[in-house]
């Protein structure tokens, strides 16, 4: 007969490789937390209290109570348990947010690897392609509080947790490949300055103030992700159109016991795209949630986001080969020297049940590695490594890794017991190693070669709080980034920097970050300068005239043109042309864009020809003028027919016109409604059809066609030169925004 820990072993056993052995593996977190989701909607569950007892209406209602024999209302009963339970549980329903990063949102998905890295590391995950590793992701912006906006600008976290088969790892990265500091103990200083200043918490989710340009002139290493961050990378259009990166340097151990250094990529399959500054400052307050509804929108529409996975890779002998140290956080790899190795794909494709238990309860650690990675010295990595399993701590209580979200999927057993909140039952006597009962779980088998062993790196030196030369270089990459933008991204940077700097008053700190701004361009600097008032210094380093391919997010289009997920405002009222817009609605769809028809009510909005009530005719209306901005959309689409009329005297329709096209976006016009441009965009460089012709002429990505026979073809493929109307729209769509108008100064005027 089986002792009692030799069946809870198997049992423990059974668990996981019932898992493992399964084919869907990468529904292995899924089905691991089945047992702990209820149904919020399950037909005829009664209410009941905490401890399952059933409750009668009156009890939702009214609280337990002396009513006199007149029906007057006496005092409330403090012997009420039921009332009492419910009014307790909602005291203390909140948990601390986040020190950092405390705004986000998540989706449960899965890592497929396609190309073994057997040479560099023997971490399964990262070597066996037969395998699907379920993960969860979590995006978030760092210095706003859980109630802030999504659009606001800031770096974007974006933490990866892959339930291996060998245990979690969690790379707990950023939308930006460096960081501000490249020492652990200064992060309290960075984030004291850059979250609300301590005397009246203001500003709320924003860079632009005093004390985080004070401390981040103070830091000249912080000088190279300021660029990064005032790029347009801090405003991202959408978490689904950002790169990822560990940042940190971590390391790969081979079969053969050879260890190189690591940075892990992600690379979006729709391309790096971003908002304009006025677009994700008007979308802060028109709709906070932008992200977080993107990210479920898109997995709904069934358009799954997808990364692909790549590392860099040092080999251990060539870690002083570069001019740079490759332990620094605030130093990329350039492409150049290191390319990067795409080995698999991320796919989220799964939105949360529930955000509590789920995004808000994941909790990240840098220190969760496999077997086969292992750190670095980085100086940054080594503090995070104790920060963040301290901070769950506080946040979640020490029993926070048994959370059905953060547990591992495969089995697990040690001898950690008890604690707040543990609700684990392990069975049997043994709580403590070594034990008399030999062989009984949990053991060490001495001859496992999957147990997670440390690389024995030789360390010699004295204790002293000194940095590494290479690191004292500070200046370097800041201006290989500036030079490696386009005219369009220096723009960008240039009115970034002005409008962070206008919002610092204290002239010590603007005029020290003007002359900052020299340390990586003279000609940067001085246009900075003039818009903020500030003085430059008389000693300018030159700039260094390095340029990189891998920095723009220009260079980092989906390999074939797309407008998947794209959304695409068509603005109608009663009198549209109905062919048109069916044909035009189905295409888009095809194509993988999302249309919605935006019309004077949420209602049918019937087609020229219909009269109002028209059983069967008209198209329902997604939204109506009030509840939607410009600004939510990607495109603006104005179909031909008799409800030009109307709209023409409609304000929020032309203000529509006009903002989309001052923030860049593709607008498409058929006949009638050429007079809708015409009346919003008053420039005589836009090119405008004839009403009467029917060749479709895209002047600065305002397309434009008098007349469409039958309706609109099939977007058969979307490619740069296409003539007919919907296709020239539909590739203007893929290019994100229409560039050329901010470039000759156009998008200003209207
Ligand atoms: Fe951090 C959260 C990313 C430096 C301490 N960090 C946090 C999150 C991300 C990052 C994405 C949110 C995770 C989630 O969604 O739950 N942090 C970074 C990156 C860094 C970095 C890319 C630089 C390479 N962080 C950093 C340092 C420290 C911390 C140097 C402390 C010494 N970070 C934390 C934290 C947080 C955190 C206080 C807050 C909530 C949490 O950990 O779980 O421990």
């Not at 008799?642 to 016009?669: D, M």
């Not at 109307?725 to 203007?732: D, E, Q, T």
Request: net charge negative; glycine share 8%; hydrophobic share 40%.
């Amino acid at each position: 007969m089986a002792s009692i820990m030799e069946q809870v072993h198997d049992k423990v056993l059974q668990a996981g490789n019932a898992i493992q052995d399964s084919a869907a593996f990468g529904n292995a977190k899924i089905a691991s937390i089945k047992a702990d989701i209820v149904d919020g909607h399950t037909k005829s569950q009664n209410m009941t209290t905490d401890f399952g007892v059933r409750l009668p209406e009156s009890a939702s209602n009214s609280w337990l109570r002396v009513v006199d024999d007149n029906g007057r209302e006496g005092p409330m009963l403090l012997e009420d348990s039921i009332a009492r339970e419910k009014i307790h549980r909602f005291d203390h329903e909140r948990i601390p947010e986040r020190v950092v990063h405390a705004r986000g949102a998540g989706a449960f998905g899965y890592f497929k690897l396609k190309q073994s890295a057997s040479d560099v590391t023997h971490a399964n995950v990262l070597t066996d392609t037969s395998r699907t590793t379920p993960v969860f992701v979590r995006f978030s912006t760092v210095l706003g509080s859980r109630g802030s906006a999504d659009t606001v600008r800031d770096v974007r976290g974006f933490a990866v947790k892959f339930y291996t088969q060998e245990g979690n790892w969690d790379i707990v990265g950023n939308d930006i490949p460096v960081f501000f500091i490249q020492d652990a103990i200064k992060f309290p200083d960075l984030i004291h300055a850059g979250k609300p200043e301590p005397d009246n918490e203001v500003p709320q989710a924003q860079s632009a103030h005093n004390n985080f340009w004070d401390f981040a002139i103070l830091h000249s290493e912080a000088t190279h992700m300021l660029m990064w961050a005032m790029s347009d990378r801090g405003i991202p259009r959408s978490y689904r159109m950002m790169q990822g990166f560990g940042v940190n340097t971590f390391t790969l151990v081979n079969g053969a016991g050879e260890r190189s250094f690591v940075k892990f990529h992600f690379k979006p399959e729709l391309g790096v795209h971003s908002l304009v500054w006025d677009e994700a400052l008007k979308l802060s307050g028109q709709d906070p949630d932008f992200h977080r509804k993107d990210l479920e929108e898109a997995i709904k529409n069934g358009a799954p986001a997808k990364w692909d996975f790549g590392i860099q890779v040092i080999p251990e002998n060539q870690q002083d080969a570069f001019e740079f140290d490759i332990l620094d956080a605030t130093k990329i790899w350039p492409e150049e020297l290191i390319p990067v190795r795409y080995i698999g794909e991320l796919v989220l494709d799964r939105s949360v049940d529930e955000y509590f238990t789920q995004t808000e309860q994941v909790a990240f650690c840098t220190s969760h590695v496999v077997p086969g990675i292992g750190f670095s010295d980085d100086p940054l990595l080594q503090g995070r490594n104790f920060s963040y399993f301290d901070t769950q701590i506080t946040r979640l209580g020490i029993n926070w890794e048994e959370l059905p979200i953060n547990r591992p999927v495969c089995p697990y057993l040690n001898i950690n017991r008890d604690g707040a909140s543990r609700h684990r039952i392990t069975k049997g006597k043994v709580n403590y190693w070594p034990n008399r009962f030999e062989g009984t779980p949990p053991v060490h088998d001495p001859k496992d070669t999957t147990a997670y062993r440390e690389y024995p790196e030789k360390v010699v030196g004295i204790k002293q709080r000194l940095q590494a030369p290479k690191f004292k270089e500070h200046f370097n990459q800041a201006t290989l980034f500036w030079n490696s933008m386009t005219d369009i991204e220096k723009l960008h940077i240039t009115k970034a920097l002005s409008f962070e700097l206008s919002h610092c008053d204290d002239e010590v700190v603007f005029n020290r970050a003007c002359a900052r701004l020299a340390d990586i361009d003279i000609s940067l600097a001085k246009a900075v300068a003039e818009n903020v008032g500030g003085t430059l210094p008389t000693q300018i380093r030159q700039n260094n005239g390095k340029k990189s391919k891998f920095l723009s997010q220009m260079a980092f289009m989906p390999e074939k043109p797309t407008i998947k997920s794209r959304r695409v405002a068509i603005i109608l009222a009663d009198g549209y042309d109905k062919t048109f817009v069916t044909t035009a609605k189905a295409a888009l769809t095809a194509a993988g864009a999302v249309p919605m028809i935006i019309g004077p009510r949420r209602n049918y909005i019937y087609a020229a020809g219909e009269t109002r009530g028209d059983k069967g005719g008209g198209i329902w209306a997604d939204h109506h003028f009030e509840d939607q901005r410009s600004t939510m959309f990607d495109a603006l689409l104005l179909p031909p027919g008799a409800h030009v009329a109307s709209l023409a005297s409609n304000g929020r329709v032309i203000h529509w016109i006009r903002e989309s096209f001052g923030h860049l976006k593709p607008i498409g016009a058929v006949g009638a409604s050429i007079q809708l441009i015409k009346k919003a965009i008053q420039l005589p460089v836009v090119n405008i059809a004839d009403e009467s012709s029917n060749q479709a002429v895209d002047s600065y990505g305002v397309v434009t066609v008098g007349g469409l026979e039958g309706g609109v073809k099939e977007i058969v493929e979307i490619m740069k030169g296409a003539s007919d109307f919907i296709g020239a729209f539909a590739y203007r769509i893929s290019t994100h925004r229409c560039w050329e108008r901010e470039l000759e100064g156009l998008a200003d005027q209207v």
